[in-house]
């Protein structure tokens, strides 16, 4: 058994890189998912908090 595996899931940093390409056509679109997307950050992370 590793180290890392005596860790809670509330214990370790979870980093998952995300890109996005957007034209000028998709900006509305582009906002609304990338707030969407770090609202559902922010309230993922108070819960494990």
Same mark, same amino acid.
Do not use: V, W
């Given at each position: 058994?590793?180290?890392?595996?005596?860790?809670?899931?509330?214990?370790?940093?979870?980093?998952?890189?995300? /890109?996005?390409?957007?034209?000028?056509?998709?900006?509305?679109?582009?906002? /609304?998912?990338?707030?969407?997307?770090?609202?559902?950050?922010?309230?993922?992370?108070?819960?494990?908090?």
């Amino acid at each position: 058994m590793t180290s890392a595996s005596n860790h809670s899931f509330k214990e370790q940093d979870f980093h998952i890189p995300i /890109a996005f390409a957007f034209d000028k056509n998709y900006l509305i679109a582009a906002g /609304a998912c990338l707030y969407s997307l770090l609202e559902s950050i922010a309230k993922a992370n108070k819960k494990i908090r």
